[in-house]
Every structure is written in C-alpha cells, then in structure tokens.
C-alpha cells in the first residue's frame, strides 16, 4: 500500500505532512521548507485567531497558500484537508507510537506554557490546570484524537490520483527520508 519514496526519482513539489498532535509535523515542514526553499506557513497561524477563534479568512488563506507550484504544509483541519491533498503530489504521514506522541505534547505544551511563548494572534498555551476541565485543552484533545488518521490516510491514494503518501512509524525513518531529500537536491544534512 505504502511504498518508499526514491527522492532519486524526483524532488516533491507540493508536500502536505499529517499526523496527529504532537507528532511533529510544524518541525518537520519547517525543516523541509530550509532544505528544499519552499513556502511555509503553519496553519494553526491561518486558522487560529485572537481569543483562538477561528478566522473566516482560513480557508482561502490555505487556497492562496496552495495555489502556488511548491510549498510545504500541515495537513490538518477537516475543512482544509480535502483542498490540501487534492493540490498535494506527496503526503508524509507521521504515524508514531501513541507514547511518543502524548510525550511530545507533553513536553512542547509545558515548555510553551512555561515560557510564555505567544503562539498565533496574540494566543497562549492554556494553564496546565485546565487540561482537567477543559475539553479541548490540548493534551485531551492530543489523546482523543490520537487514533483519528488511521482509517483515514490509507484511503487517501486511492482518493487523489497522483498522491503519493509515504507512512513513517519512527522517527529514524522520517530522518533517514529527509537526509536522502537533502542529498538529492544538494544540501548538507541537517543531522
């Protein structure tokens, strides 16, 4: 169902990264965005904004986003996801342990409300408090949702002709892909 990409065959044009919360999709389309120089805008900045409403704006930001010819993208909101992939030729999926992920969050969600940091539009990280309240704090939210993609992005080749989505279960893997992206297209490894 999901072969090995060759980067040898050719260098991905319009790549779309799924996964659920905290599997590191920003981080790696970040790091896609230096190695190959393609445009780059998080998503959760389009559709979040001030007070963490969502933005009517949103989706033809993500339209004008993926209008262009290359660009790397996080392949979530539900209402964004079908225009996402009908543009995407390349869908890295990161499907990581459950362990992992809830770890990941964990540590990304503490460290931000920690430090403070604004995130999109003048937002921050909700007190670690809530996560008991609150329903869509985002460490429940992380752990509800952490089995959503799995009926989901086997279907999507068969779906989208031309999409070709690679699955990677440890990060290892999604390492080894990208240090043979950047070998392709000359740049140094980044690790």
């Known amino acids: 169902m999901f072969t090995a990409y060759d980067p040898i065959v ?39 904004g001030p007070g963490w409403t969502p933005r009517e704006e949103f989706l033809d930001d993500v339209r004008d986003v993926i209008a262009g010819p290359r660009w790397a993208i996080e392949l979530q909101y539900r209402q964004a996801r079908p225009l996402i992939v009908s543009r995407a030729d390349t869908l890295l999926w990161l499907d990581y342990p459950v362990p992992l992920q809830m770890a990941r969050l964990v540590r990304r969600t503490v460290g931000r409300r920690l430090s403070g940091r604004e995130l999109w539009n003048g937002n921050r990280e909700a007190p670690l408090h809530t996560v008991l309240t609150d329903p869509d704090h985002i460490l429940r939210w992380g752990w509800t949702t952490r089995n959503k993609l799995k009926p989901v992005i086997p279907t999507l080749e068969s779906r989208f002709p031309g999409l070709h989505v690679v699955r990677f279960s440890r990060p290892g893997e999604t390492e080894r892909w990208l240090r043979a992206l950047q070998r392709h297209v000359g740049v140094r490894p980044d690790r």
Request: hydrophobic share 40%; net charge positive.
């Open 10 to 48: 050719g260098v991905p044009q319009r790549i779309a990264v799924a996964g659920v919360s905290g599997t590191g999709k920003t981080t790696l389309c970040r790091r896609l965005a230096a190695t190959i120089g393609y445009p780059w805008v998080e998503l959760d900045s389009l559709y979040h």
